[in-house]
Nanobody, 117 residues
């Protein structure tokens, strides 16, 4: 069973930065699309960013220019560097691993990010 463990969340002031990590195990990491999603209270889960095995990256509109996603296949880890944080970035951030051919669509437990104004 795929295991995804997020870390790096916390409380930060507006304008600050955080770096999230997601360590994956029991997965063909290098051939899986890795993504970050978030869910704020009372809102639907939304895409933050994903990175494909080939390095193609896509960002949600609200984080473009502020967040950077990257992956280290040697460490089976995906990162999310979050800069210029805003109070509206407050949410639980979830890591996702997707591989359609292998029928993998797995989620981590989530990590809380709180941005104070």
């Amino acid at each position: 069973q795929v295991q995804l463990v997020e870390s790096g969340g916390g409380l930060v002031q507006a304008g600050g930065s955080l770096r999230l990590s997601c360590a994956a195990s029991r997965i063909n990491f290098s051939i899986s699309r890795m993504g970050w999603y978030r869910q704020a209270p009372g809102k639907q889960r939304e895409l933050v960013a994903f990175i494909t095995p080939g390095g193609t990256i896509n960002y949600g509109d609200s984080v473009k220019g502020r967040f950077t996603v990257s992956r280290d296949n040697a460490k089976n880890t995906v990162y999310l560097q979050m800069d210029s944080l805003k109070p509206e970035d407050t949410a639980v951030y979830y890591c996702n691993a997707l591989n359609v051919l292998l029928r993998i669509d797995s989620w981590g437990q989530g990590t809380q990010v709180t941005v104070s104004s």
